[in-house]
């Protein structure tokens, strides 16, 4: 089945230390995004990659970046986490971009 | 700047009762709206979407309705069952160009046999 995969689904990180979460899909969709979403808020996009091209979003912290090797992954670098940063990341494709988006099961991030 | 809100954000209720739950937001210059599903520790589900220039769309126990000019969607669920629990999200999409989903915080619906 075409599915966006994330790895891994839990997490565990120290304050500070760099983390690299993982998304593919095998939708070959062009769009990929990612959105962070904490207890009880709504999900929030950080950025989106259209193809190779990267939007961030303007209120997203610098200390979050991405990377898209290729069509099938892209990855969310948090430099130095902080505890505020604990959440669910969610990672979503798009065919085309806009509205019809397909999320992963996302990865739930712990900073201690 | 675009803000949705969802009311209740909590929902308990026995099953086989009819539930609405709300979702309002503050520009009424929307492309879409859309419910989405969200299990714990899950993704989202994309449940029914509505255009712009539609009032309402259904899927089997599921009816939403949009009224764009009040700013106001609603869900309707009909003869709740415990597999219902879970998160109910709306989201908003600003315009036909634009890659952005806003998401309302959620109600979270919890159906008790």
């Known amino acids: 089945d075409a599915m966006v995969i994330q790895n891994p689904r839990y997490q565990v990180t120290q304050f500070g230390k760099p983390v690299t979460l993982s998304c593919s899909q095998t939708?070959?969709?062009?769009?990929m995004y990612w959105y962070q979403q904490k207890s009880s808020q709504a999900p929030k996009l950080l950025f989106h990659y259209y193809d190779k091209d990267f939007n961030n979003e303007a209120d997203t912290p610098d200390n979050f970046q991405s990377r898209r090797p290729n069509t099938s992954f892209c990855f969310l670098d948090i430099r130095s986490p902080g505890l505020g940063d604990a959440a669910m990341y969610l990672c979503?494709?798009?065919?085309?971009?806009?509205?019809?988006?397909?999320f992963g099961p996302g990865t739930r991030l712990l900073v201690l | 700047k675009q803000e949705v809100t969802q009311i209740p954000a909590a929902l308990s209720v026995p099953e086989g009762e009819n539930l609405v739950l709300n979702c309002s937001f503050t520009?009424?210059?929307?492309?879409?709206l859309q419910w989405f599903r969200q299990d714990p520790g899950k993704g989202l589900t994309s449940l029914l979407l509505i255009q712009s220039s539609q009032r309402e769309q259904t899927s089997g126990r599921l009816n939403a309705s949009l009224d764009k000019s009040s700013g106001r969607s609603t869900l309707y669920i009909a003869a709740s069952q415990p597999g219902d629990s879970a998160t109910y999200l709306c989201?908003?999409?600003?315009?036909?160009?634009?890659?952005?989903?806003?998401f309302g915080t959620g109600t979270r619906l919890q159906v008790f046999p």
């Open positions: 979503a494709t798009s065919p085309q971009g806009g509205f019809d988006q397909n």
């Open positions: 520009d009424s210059a929307i492309y879409n």
């Open positions: 939708l070959n969709h062009n769009v």
């Open positions: 989201a908003v999409t600003p315009s036909y160009n634009t890659d952005k989903l806003i």
